[in-house]
């Protein structure tokens, strides 16, 4: 059964149908002076606007039908913003939806099986402007980009970008799940950044708190969590040197830069808190040779314990 919208759309198109068949009728009619061909041409004109104008309705609300540049599976159409797509796509969600009911606009699904299998289930590739003239206020460019809105007065959970990978998992889409010793690597995202030139910047992730239209305080930028006792990083953050510094502040300013509540912080023997910035010259450190704790001021010792 057709959903009430396409049941009128249906309506229309007949009662479409009837008007050019009335039409038709009168054209034959004796009397009537017509040359054949034009008439004929006409007619199937006609009808071929009416076959279109029924894929167009049933494309609104079903499937295995041709697709088209532009395609609304909404009862009302769905707002969208000025965009300039040459293919655009777009959907309202179902009313009286069950609990956990997903809406997709778009699936795409790859089962890789073979040892050669460099599998790219969506591939995007961009070619930046080469012009010399470009600067951030005239050309912005993304791979991907992704606008989302948090509008209701609830609690829902919304998120740009998310992602879910499952590691030892063999058959996800069956119960009772079935794993499997899974001995390579689960990645949930990876950047790899290379650098060709000496100058402008180069940043591997940048979290910006925008600040415009009245934006007040976010909360956290990177949030790291860990649902229970069983299920935890092992690492929270974990570098793999070589690094020329592994948390550098620069010229941010904060309350306090790190806040360690019930946590403590531990570094090998030799190892130096530095209590003059750059320069190296007052620090603390613990000799293990001599078990002590020292306190250096330009090089020398001036107190130890």
């Not at 104008?53 to 599976?73: C, K, N, Q, R």
């Not at 009286?96 to 997903?102: I, K, L, V």
């Not at 948090?150 to 970008?161: E, F, I, Q």
């Not at 009772?176 to 950044?193: D, H, M, R, Y």
């Amino acid at each position: 059964m057709l959903p009430d919208s396409s049941a009128s759309q249906l309506e229309v198109l007949q009662a479409r149908v009837a008007e050019l068949e009335k039409r038709l009728a009168e054209l034959s009619s004796p009397g009537v002076r017509r040359k054949p061909k034009v008439a004929n041409k006409v007619a199937a004109v006609s009808i071929g606007a009416l076959v279109l104008g029924a894929s167009v309705a049933y494309a609104v609300t079903s499937s295995g039908l041709p697709l088209h540049e532009v395609m609304d599976w909404s009862a009302t159409g769905t707002p969208v913003p000025a965009l300039n797509s040459n293919v655009r796509w777009s959907r309202q969600d179902p009313a009286n939806a069950e609990p956990r009911h997903t809406n997709q606009v778009l699936s795409i699904i790859e089962d890789a099986t073979q040892t050669n299998s460099f599998s790219w289930p969506l591939y995007v590739q961009l070619n930046a402007t080469t012009s010399p003239l470009a600067d951030p206020g005239t050309s912005q460019n993304a791979g991907i980009t992704s606008n989302v809105y948090n509008r209701s007065t609830g609690t829902p959970w919304v998120v740009g970008y998310h992602a879910e990978a499952h590691h030892g998992l063999l058959t996800p889409v069956t119960e009772p799940k079935q794993t499997v010793t899974a001995n390579g690597t689960s990645i949930l995202f990876n950047g790899e950044l290379s650098s060709y030139s000496r100058t402008g910047r180069t940043i591997g992730l940048n979290l910006q708190a925008h600040g415009i239209e009245g934006t007040t305080i976010c909360d956290d930028a990177i949030n790291l969590q860990s649902t229970s006792s069983q299920a935890y990083w092992s690492n929270g953050v974990h570098f793999e040197g070589p690094y020329n510094i592994g948390i550098n502040f620069d010229t941010a300013t904060t309350n306090m830069g790190i806040d360690l509540r019930d946590n403590s912080i531990r570094m090998n023997a030799g190892q130096k808190f530095y209590l003059d910035g750059a320069r190296g010259r007052a620090y603390l450190t613990y000799d293990a040779t001599f078990d002590r704790i020292e306190m250096w001021k330009n090089g020398s010792v001036i107190e130890a314990w």
